[in-house]
C-alpha cells in the first residue's frame, strides 16, 4: 500500500486560502475514513476534519467549522482540505490519516487512526 503524502502546505496571511492535498492511493475504498489532524508546537495532535469510508459523512472541529471543507476526488485518488479565512491560530503542521472501519460515519479521536503521512507546514502571519 502506498503512503498518504500531504502537499499544499505554506505561509499565507490571516484571511487567506490554502488547498491541503494528501495522495490516497489505496484508502479510498468502501474500507477507510480518512481524516486531517493538526499540530502546534507544544500542543497535542488534535482533530481537524475527517471525512466517511462511504464519503457521505463529514465532522469537522468546531474551530474550523465553516471555514474547512473536506471532500475527496476518487479519479485522482486525493483527500483535499480547503481551508478560508484562515487565523494564525490555524498555524500547525498538518497531517493526513486513515484507519479502517466499518462504520457509517467518521471520528476525530487521534488514538483511532493506524496509517499517517509525513505533514506538512500552514503558517498564517502577516
Known amino acids: 500500500q502506498l503512503p498518504l503524502v500531504e502537499s499544499g502546505g505554506g505561509l499565507v496571511q490571516p484571511g487567506g486560502s490554502l488547498r491541503l492535498s494528501c495522495a490516497a492511493a489505496g484508502f479510498l475504498s468502501n474500507s477507510y475514513s480518512i481524516a486531517w489532524f493538526r499540530q502546534a508546537p507544544g500542543k497535542e495532535r488534535e482533530g481537524v476534519s475527517c471525512?466517511?469510508?462511504?464519503?457521505?459523512?463529514?465532522n469537522y472541529a468546531h474551530s474550523v467549522k465553516g471555514r474547512f471543507t473536506i471532500s475527496r476526488d476518487n479519479a485522482k485518488n486525493t483527500v483535499s482540505l480547503q481551508m478560508n479565512g484562515l487565523k494564525p491560530e490555524d498555524t500547525s503542521v498538518y497531517y493526513c490519516?486513515?484507519?479502517?472501519?466499518?462504520?457509517?460515519?467518521?471520528?476525530?479521536?487521534?488514538?483511532?487512526?493506524?496509517?499517517w503521512g509525513q505533514g506538512t507546514q500552514v503558517t498564517v502571519s502577516s
Open positions: 471525512l466517511s469510508r462511504t464519503g457521505i459523512y463529514t
Open positions: 490519516a486513515a484507519r479502517r472501519t466499518l462504520l457509517s460515519g467518521c471520528g476525530l479521536d487521534v488514538t483511532s487512526y493506524d496509517t
